[in-house]
C-alpha cells in the first residue's frame, strides 16, 4: 500500500469511527436517566417529583393508594392497595420514557426530562 493510500484509510476510518460514535452518543443520551417522574392519576397529571431528591410520595384517589419513593435517582412502587401488586414488582426505573402502571387505581408514572428525542422502547 502506498503511504496516501494508508492515510486515506485512516481518515476513512476515523470519519466512521466519529460518525459511530456520535450515534452512541446520541443513543446514550436518549437513555439517560430522567429528571423527572410524572404522576398520573385517571391520565391527569397531578404531580411532579424530582428524581433527584430521595423522598416518598403518596398517591390517593378514589381507586386506591399508592406509596412511590424515591432513591438514587431511580422511582418505584413501594405500597399499594392494588390486589395484582404489578406496580410494586415492576421495581425501580430511572430512565427516560420507563412508566410504572397500576391499572387497578389508574395510576401511571411516566420517567421524563431525558434530553429531546428520547427513544421511548421501554425495557
Ligand atoms: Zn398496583
Known amino acids: 500500500m502506498k503511504k496516501l493510500d494508508v492515510w486515506i484509510v485512516l481518515i476513512v476510518f476515523a470519519v466512521a469511527a466519529a460518525a459511530f460514535a456520535l450515534v452512541q452518543h446520541a ?3 436518549a437513555s439517560a436517566p430522567g429528571g423527572y417522574a410524572e404522576v398520573y392519576v385517571k391520565n391527569e397529571l ?3 417529583i424530582d428524581l ?5 410520595f403518596a398517591v390517593k384517589n378514589e381507586e386506591g393508594y399508592n406509596l412511590l419513593e424515591v432513591e438514587d435517582g431511580g422511582i418505584r412502587m413501594a ?4 390486589l395484582s401488586q404489578t406496580c410494586v414488582h415492576a421495581g425501580a426505573k430511572s430512565m427516560g420514557g420507563e412508566i410504572i402502571v397500576c391499572l387497578p387505581n389508574r395510576v401511571v408514572v411516566k420517567i421524563v426530562g431525558a434530553p429531546e428525542g428520547v427513544d421511548t422502547v421501554a425495557n
Open 27 to 29: 443513543r446514550s443520551t
Open 79 to 82: 405500597e399499594a392497595d392494588c
Open 52 to 56: 433527584r431528591t430521595n423522598g416518598r
Open 46 to 48: 397531578v404531580e411532579t
